[in-house]
């Protein structure tokens, strides 16, 4: 996958330059902080595109390009510069407004804490930052979600049989109801003889008119 960038001057310069716009001073390791956030985070948003074409180690004081650090280290070389894409503008512009107050010892504790299970930045001396570390240091954290309460949903139906309920009724299996409990009982005299009883029921009082 190609850098979005041509080259890593391009981004360096386009950050010197928003520094100055603004009356700031951008320290040498400060920019070199900046860089490495910048494709850190383009890393992490783009599935590890680069932003350009560097490659990026640590010491003690931080993450830093070699040849752009040696290349800068006397000031600002003149050198042909060549404008960026506009999307890549807009990706620095909210990278710029997210660290332009914070100094290079900020920077190299935010890069360090981000950093913390890399071998690379527990190591130093030189050791590189892969852009596959840069995507897992500064991915958008994933929030937990909780799986919602599954909806109840009606059994599934097996296949060439229907619901239950638009089945026809087999009126051969359903029992026939009990006889009312209040209805006429037949009992044995204490002559043997079979008769027909009712509950009894009191007259209603009739109210004089």
Known sequence: M???ATTSYDIAFWLL?????????LQPRALQ??????QAH??????????MPSV????DAGPYDPNLYRMLE??????TQFPIDKAVAVFLDAVWRRYRHDDALRLEQIVSRAGAKEKAVQLRKGAEITTAAMRRMFAPEKAATQRAPAEKRPAPVAEGRKPLLSQPINREKVPEMAADPAGPRVLTSH????????SWTPARAVKPE
């Open 56 to 59: 990026f180690v640590i010491d």
């Open 33 to 38: 902080c900046l860089l490495f956030l910048a």
């Open 74 to 79: 006397n000031g600002r070389p003149e050198i």
């Open 17 to 25: 330059d928003r520094a100055r716009a603004e009356d700031s001073y």
């Open 2 to 4: 190609n850098p979005a």
């Open 42 to 51: 383009y890393a992490a948003a783009y599935r590890g595109r680069r932003l």
């Open 191 to 198: 002559t043997g003889r079979k008769v027909t009883v009712t």
